[in-house]
């Protein structure tokens, strides 16, 4: 009962950031030039005005702001994103078919990334200021330096072209039609290069506050209490110290989740991943005003949602928060 | 005199950083003495497009016949303009909303602060593409895109620090002495707010340096621009032929944000000598 | 009070540690000897940064653990000289031969694990004991060191206890694999005075049913007087007296002594005004050539700057040019 009113306490603070996105998506739409009463105007090719403005008050577009922003947003919380004019196809079922290859890519990045950032960081500060630290920290340093689109190119011309031994894009090989287990197999391999071009500076961004984070543990007094009762240094640095030391790096994973979305988008972008990122390079060619913002609206709602999800696990991991 | 004969001392007990400093310098005389050095028009076609490396063009030609080397430097241009504008931008905003919230506190301080983790939460870089393709793409429209995602880690930061000025002994002295709050909080307690704030805005210029790449990439950049992420975009499409075209200006990238990386570490020695890093 | 005349279990002697400073080497613990027998308490006192708790990290080799230093010296435990031992063979020692309590037990105890777990791991390392065995155990000694259904408590995090259980808990840990030496270092100090005698108490039961020999460490000689046998007093890194606690309490010898207790005593007298030491601890980089206390010493002579004092053998030991045992 009170975990479940902990839960509903943390889900509440999302009602608020919804209505912000809300609000910003309006916003946004009502600076842009021209309404959707022009585009589907200037799509059908020299419409007269009397037609443009029945379009207008057809799509309420004659009312006043507020009123307009009411029905915008209970369209809104129904889920409704209107409709692309260029795709001629609902915003939300377009999206709804792109975001499982986007999800798929970010939470293997994501998770690869936390843990080796973990292990990484957690064995530079054991050899603190030995050689096995310099090198972990140098090569964090080049990696949170890379442009990730860039490093992708790279992989594709190392791996694909040069030693040919992973596929340079897509999500799957076309036109085969092979078993199950074949056919993750094939997604997985597919899977490789996009989620280390995408994780890779999330594996360095996470070793440097790894590292940090245990060096600051180690001065606690629990890790003498520890080595004083014969743990050995192997043991106090992956099980005493790590335990406390990952706790501001699982919160700085579910802060940096909107921030791996915008990675991702030019991760797909470059390795032909068919993900909502895809999807917005895209609707961008494309001058698809509705499906980007409607893109905008949904991978906020998915970042609002997995940053509950990472406040829940972190009273897990935290016996201090879970009251 | 002294306090910056101190500064500098500390700075350069890291000597990565001094490093850093070096190239990053020499990275900025590039990008301003470049064109004069190296007066070749970056835009023009003059050659035969997709050479490699020679002895008349350094670094190749690029798919149209442009000399990559004259591109690179035009690029720096654009590239550090935009990084620094930007990221100074983000700098003006944040501290703005930071201080106000830190210093007024109560129910601007929550509403303020509620705005900046509500632009926190929203995806940075999915937010600037939608404000560039609204807008159209220009080097203003980039800029304060960039700013525009950038400035909320500066008021989270601005306004812990003019919180725990806001209290201090030397700030009542000066309400006691009349001074208007606009005028405490410009004058007495920015000075000692801002060391913090300088480390954080000089990293911003290396993120905002490679948000524009990923931008520029995508073809959100100004059409009548050179930048690095837009060679790399034209590159890409002879990547299996001609990697290092693209190869080029990514080093570039890498090696600028690198730098400023560096440096940042250093100012954070320099400036908060009680925050540094074990 | 008798002493056991059988050989000691624990043998400082001639300890040395040193610190290197951007500004010279700093020597924080200097020819420290002294030995302890079963079921005897001794208690090293002295001011803050008089190296009584470096010397009680050094013994279980936790210092350069944490710091830069050079540990010189022997320190025998059952006639094993702890110094020369390998890594795997130390952390034997750790926990098994010698347990150890800190000052705070907020900040000594992991605040993720639970303190059964905590308990639990000790013996799952030294004693090889499965799971379930652990976790018996483990109930016993929390039940041993006076928690309240302690089954319960096997599963509670420390920040679920109060200062005193915590300190219970802490000592539940040290105590898990029965080692023939606790090292108590300020086990009080953070805690509430009711709590602190209590947890003394504890100690106190524990080393007897046990046959312990403890090694406490602390400031406060209201501490000392209540539990140790003997006693021994730093001063700048040197054992400068040692004696039974009757003896020290009833004549100090060395005037550092002496001050302490006027010290001490002046907290129960509430008329007087603070009979304090003059002058302030020498700096451990300028250290004086003589004895270390005859810049504060009103009995400082012409050859107390010369070279410092030896010791003196037996029971009652002073490292004093011109000690005096007189009533303080």
Known sequence: MKSLLFVGKRAAVVVPSVLGIAVLNFTLLHMAPGDAADIIAAQSGGATTEFVEELRRSFGLDRPLWQQFFIYLGKLLTFDLGVSHVQQRPVLSLIAERAPATVLLMLTAILVATLLGMLFGTIAAMRHRKWLDSIISVLALLAYATPQFWLGLMLIVFFSVTLGILPSGGMMTIGQDISWPLRVLDIASHLVLPAVTLGLFYVALYTRLMRASMLEVYTYDFVTTARAKGVSETRVGFVHAAANALLPVVTMAGVQIGHMLGGSILVETVFGWPGLGRLLFDALQQRDLNLLLGILFISSILVVVANLVVDLLYGVLDPRMAK | MSALAEFWRRFSLNAAAVVGLVFLLLIVAAAIFGPALYPVDPYDMIGRPSQPPSARFPLGTDVSGRDILAGLIGGARVSLLIGLVASLGATVLGVAVGALAGYRGGWIDAVLMRLTDFFLTIPSFVLAVVIIAIFGPSIVTVTAAIAVVSWPPVARLARAEFMSQRDREYVQACRALGMSGLEIATRQIMPNALPPVIVVSSLLVATAILTESGLSFLGLADPDLISWGYMIGVGRTVLRTAWWMPAIPGLAILITVLCINLVGEGLNDALNPRLRQR | ?328
């Open chain 3, 1 to 328: 009070m008798t002493y056991p005349a059988a050989r000691p279990v624990l043998a400082v002697e001639d300890l040395s540690v040193t610190f290197p400073t951007s500004h010279g080497a700093v020597k924080a613990v200097a020819g420290l000897s002294f030995t302890l027998s079963a079921g005897e308490t001794l208690a090293i006192v002295g001011e803050s940064g008089c190296g009584k708790s470096t010397a009680a990290m050094s013994i279980l080799g936790l210092l350069a653990m944490r710091s830069r230093c050079h540990v010189s010296g022997r320190v025998l435990l059952d006639g094993r000289d702890l110094m020369s031992l390998s890594q795997q063979a130390m952390r034997e020692v750790r926990g098994g031969g010698i347990g150890m309590i800190f000052q705070d037990p907020m900040m000594a105890l992991n605040p993720v694990f639970t303190i059964g777990w905590q308990i639990a791991e000790s013996l799952r390392l030294h004693r090889g004991l499965p799971a379930g065995a652990a976790r018996r155990r483990a109930i016993e000694l929390l039940d041993l060191v006076g928690i309240p259904s302690p089954a319960e408590r096997y599963d509670q995090y420390p920040h679920n206890l109060s200062g005193g259980m915590r300190q219970r808990v802490m000592i539940a840990i040290a105590l898990a694999c029965e080692p023939k030496v606790l090292i108590a270092d300020e086990p009080t100090t953070a805690l509430d005075v009711t709590i602190q005698a209590q947890v003394l108490g504890l100690i106190e039961r524990l080393k007897t049913e046990l046959g312990m020999a403890v090694l406490l460490i602390t400031h406060d000689l209201g501490v000392v007087w209540e539990v140790a046998d003997r006693v021994a007093v730093m001063y700048a890194g040197r054992k400068v007296e040692e004696a039974p606690v009757t003896d020290l309490f009833r004549a100090p010898a060395h005037p550092y002594s002496q001050g302490l207790l006027r010290a001490a005593r002046w907290q129960d007298d509430v008329s007087g005004r603070l009979p304090e030491i003059g002058g302030t601890v020498p700096s451990p980089l300028r250290m004086p050539k003589g004895c270390s206390f005859a810049p504060r010493c009103h009995r400082a002579m012409a050859d107390c700057t010369l070279e410092p004092p030896g010791l003196t053998g037996g029971t009652r030991q002073v490292a004093c040019h011109h000690p005096e045992f007189v009533a303080a």
